[in-house]
């Protein structure tokens, strides 16, 4: 089943990241008061790289827009340098002039995770739901910390990572040992991230081929989370040529 998701397969990752940053700031220039949802890893960053150079040389603004972040480790502040608090701050808030407080990560360091929870919803209902959010994937088919076995409707809570995330996460690129990666994380549920009126979801490199298959082509399943996005109305998957390398 391929449901509702529109492919744009680019010949390059860079490619990919010009897509992503057009969408975000075609939007952006239609409705100023945007509600954008955004994500952190490797994927996203060219993409934030030229969202800020449009910013400095294209007069994008991003004064009124709203954001929200899929995901945060649970038990990091966001002065830890692997926060995605941090992250954000450093790959695009810092660089364009999107208001600090208009920037809503989930707080790792919460003392009641079900209330950070609850708020970061309550914050998204307030702000009229999100316009478009920016999804990656992981090679086992997660979004955002929905690991398999996440069902369609679920919330944004405190979730356990499994093995293999640990693992791609610590391979050098963040965290530099498994055991520095936290075990928790808070995350959007797979029904918060549905909600977002589009979605558009990047992956690059041949490591993500067989999850951009399954989530496109395989059976509507939590066991490949990604796939629970094919009866979304507005789902665009912009990925490379090595991403779609497994598509039939
Ligand atoms: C991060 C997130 C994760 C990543 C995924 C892919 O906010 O939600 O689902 O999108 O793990 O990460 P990269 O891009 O580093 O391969």
Not at 12 to 35: G, H, K, M, N, S
Not at 142 to 150: D, Q, R, V
Not at 159 to 179: K, W, Y
């Amino acid at each position: 089943m391929s449901g509702n998701i529109k492919l744009q397969i680019c010949d390059t990752a860079a490619a990919v990241a010009t897509a992503a940053a057009t969408a975000f700031a075609d939007l952006i220039r239609t409705r100023p008061e945007a509600v954008i949802g955004l994500a952190t890893g490797s994927t996203p960053e060219a993409t934030y790289s030229e969202m800020a150079r449009m910013h400095k040389e294209d007069g994008l603004t991003m004064a009124a827009v709203t954001s929200f972040n899929l995901d945060e480790y649970w038990g990091l502040g966001g002065d830890h340098k692997q926060s995605y608090r941090y992250f954000m701050n450093d790959r695009l808030f810092r660089h364009v002039d999107i208001r600090p407080w208009n920037t809503h990560v989930l707080n790792g360091k919460a003392r009641f995770p079900g209330l950070e929870c609850r708020s970061f919803e309550d914050r998204i209902l307030a702000a009229g739901g999100v316009d478009l959010w920016l999804l990656g994937i992981g090679g086992n088919g997660h979004i955002a910390f929905n690991e398999p076995g996440s069902s369609v409707d679920s919330r944004t809570r405190l979730v356990s990572l499994t093995q293999e995330t640990i693992d791609a996460n610590s391979d050098g690129r963040f965290f530099s040992d498994p055991s520095e990666v936290p075990r928790c994380a808070l995350s959007a549920g797979i029904g918060t991230i549905r909600e977002a009126r589009a979605l558009i979801l990047l992956a690059t490199g041949a490591k993500k081929a067989d999850a951009i298959a399954a989530a496109v082509e395989g059976p509507f399943s939590p066991d490949c989370p990604s796939s629970l996005l094919q009866d979304h109305p507005d789902c665009t998957f912009i990925i490379d040529a090595a991403a779609a390398s497994k598509l039939t």
